[in-house]
């Protein structure tokens, strides 16, 4: 089992930024990848941003060029830094850790942590 928890969400007005972690412990695999999704209220759970342990990185077309995605291999922890946010990525974002073989969009989730940018 894999223990997720989230920080750094919050209120911020447009164009602002914020920075969210996520700290994984338990049972984890030297090789996986961390990354972040997203849901808006009345949509479904969308793709943020995920890296691998090998710093390997992908986006979503929505946040490419603001949104940065890093880790720590040591720490177990994953950073999602958010700029130039847009009332849109007002959602609840999701830590996700997927090992080996696991698809994307399955593995252990965090609890979530709010974002809400205001216009």
């Known amino acids: 089992q894999v223990q997720l928890v989230e920080s750094g969400g919050g209120l911020v007005q447009a164009g602002g930024s914020l920075r969210l972690s996520c700290a994984a412990s338990g049972s984890i695999f030297s090789i996986n990848t961390m990354g972040w999704y997203r849901q808006a209220p009345g949509k479904q759970r969308e793709f943020v941003a995920g890296?691998?342990?090998?710093?390997?990185?992908n986006y979503a077309d929505s946040v490419k060029g603001r949104f940065t995605i890093s880790r720590d291999n040591a720490k177990n922890t994953v950073y999602l830094q958010m700029n130039s946010l847009k009332p849109e990525d007002t959602a609840v974002y999701y830590c996700?850790?997927?090992?080996?073989?696991?698809?994307?969009?399955?593995?252990?989730w965090g609890q979530g942590t709010q974002v809400t940018v205001s216009s």
């Open positions: 996700n850790y997927r090992p080996p073989g696991i698809p994307p969009g399955l593995g252990s």
């Open positions: 890296i691998s342990t090998g710093g390997n990185t």
